[in-house]
């Protein structure tokens, strides 16, 4: 790995440390009732305390509906969330369901950033990785859930120049024209409207028709 690559992977986890430090879930938010004990739902109310690993995951995993508010669940655990995921120690596309769900595009304007550059980095930084903790079809798929869209991050795909990149490609067109060729769609957790969902197949597989070898567009 690069020592640039896991430098700006850093500074951007650093920058979402930074923005949503002391952000907490709602006073009165209590859960669903049944996922998590009292105990836990009072640490998620409360700034900066440390909250584990398992309980992170869970929250962030979590169908949108077991909370009150859960865009302010998914604030609180944030910083400690984008680690799991650069990481590889958490379902990237469950998680990826929940940012959509919280709506982060639509949050202040220093929160999307740092939001958008941490999923950035981890994007550039998985393409450059031979072998990336979380493999590069979930980190597109997450990726491209988390912002409803493929395109920023298949332009992204597009500057990258390492031998890597294109392997990942090749390994990850495989998977998904299997699910192309029969109207299936990639996107197991997308989050909003059915068009936009097919809408990202579709420009997902004009991306990879221009790219596939001549076998591969034969399909």
Do not use: K, N
Request: with cysteine.
């Amino acid at each position: 790995m690069a020592t640039s690559d896991a430098r700006s992977l850093q500074l951007a986890l650093a920058r979402v440390a930074e923005v949503f430090a002391g952000m907490t879930a709602h006073p009165d938010e209590v859960g669903c009732g049944r996922c998590y004990g009292a105990d836990e739902v009072a640490l998620l109310r409360t700034a900066d305390a440390a909250l584990s690993a398992e309980l992170v995951d869970l929250v962030a995993v979590e169908a949108p509906d077991h909370w009150d508010d859960q865009p302010a669940v998914i604030r609180r655990v944030l910083p400690q969330l984008a680690v799991l995921l650069a990481e590889g120690s958490t379902s990237p596309d469950l998680a990826a369901r929940g940012l959509a769900a919280a709506r982060w595009s639509q949050w202040p304007e220093q929160q999307v950033q740092a939001v958008l550059g941490f999923l950035e980095a981890w994007w550039r930084w998985t393409l450059r990785q031979d072998s990336p903790p979380t493999p590069a079809r979930e980190v597109f798929e997450s990726c491209a859930t988390a912002s409803s869209s493929v395109g920023p991050w298949l332009s992204l795909w597009e500057t990258e120049e390492a031998p890597a990149a294109d392997r990942h490609l090749a390994e990850c067109a495989e998977g998904w024209w299997d699910d192309l060729r029969v109207d299936a769609s990639p996107f197991a957790w997308w989050w909003g409207p059915a068009e936009e969902e097919r809408s990202a197949c579709l420009e997902l597989g004009a991306w990879l028709a221009a790219r596939a070898p001549a076998d591969d567009r034969a399909r």
